[in-house]
């Protein structure tokens, strides 16, 4: 069963970089079975795809945020990773990782619990 | 970005009763849409996609439907495990965007 799981910082100042890694398993990142992907909820609020990683290492962005954006793959740790710089308080939100399916059937269908990042001095 | 709007944004029903969420878009998405439900404090769960299939494990009382930009997604005989917030995604092209949300409560 694939599972995913986000770790990292629950507090990052204004001005720095917010950086998370999803652990996956179940299934290799290097697959090609699915796109992996960042969803973020700021607190109350609707949700925001970030952006998504395939295992070919390409990369694609919410135009939003792609200036700020990165995401990368360590197919070793079977992990991905996203940095988010210069963040602000209006990136503090419940940050999930999740697999998309390709193709036809595109849709996020699993996701990781969820992590809360807030973004304060 | 394509944009998705959602109607009603609240819902009060009671359990047994049918409900349709509507789920509308800015242009044309063919079949690129999917339902997510998602109860406080958790992780959205995929429910439909492909507008109309319904994902593995999801009970038979959800169904989805429409194409283009229109689409609704149906609950039939609700129960009480499915009050919670219904949203809509397109992933017919990047960004990927979701609707704004619809809250299902009791009545």
């Known amino acids: 069963q694939l599972q995913l799981q986000e770790s990292g910082p629950g507090l990052v100042k204004p001005s720095e970089t917010l950086s998370l890694t999803c652990t996956v398993s179940g299934a290799s990142i290097n697959s090609g079975s699915y796109f992996w992907g960042w969803i973020r909820q700021p607190p109350g609020k609707g949700l925001e795809w970030i952006g998504d990683i395939y295992y070919t290492g390409d990369t694609y962005y919410n135009p939003s945020l792609k200036s700020r954006l990165s995401m990368s793959g360590d197919s070793s740790r079977n992990k991905f990773s996203l940095k988010l710089s210069s963040v602000t308080a209006a990136d503090t939100a419940v940050y999930y990782c999740?697999?998309?399916?390709?193709?036809?059937?595109?849709?996020?269908?699993?996701w990781g619990q969820g992590t809360l990042v807030t973004v304060s001095s | 970005d394509i944009q998705l709007t959602q109607s009603p944004s609240f819902l009060s029903a009671s359990g047994g009763d049918r409900v349709t969420i509507t789920c509308r878009a800015s242009q044309d998405i063919s079949s690129y849409l999917a339902w997510y439900q998602q109860k406080p404090g958790k992780a959205p769960k995929l429910l439909i996609y492909?507008?109309?299939t319904l994902q593995s494990g999801v009970p038979s009382r959800f169904s989805g439907s429409g194409s283009g930009t229109e689409f609704a997604l149906t609950i039939t005989n609700l129960q009480p495990e499915d009050f919670a917030t219904y949203y809509c995604q397109q992933l017919n092209s990047y960004p990927f965007t979701f609707g704004p949300g619809t809250k299902v409560d009791v009545k």
């Open positions: 492909a507008a109309s």
């Open positions: 999740a697999s998309r399916r390709p193709g036809g059937a595109s849709s996020f269908v699993s």
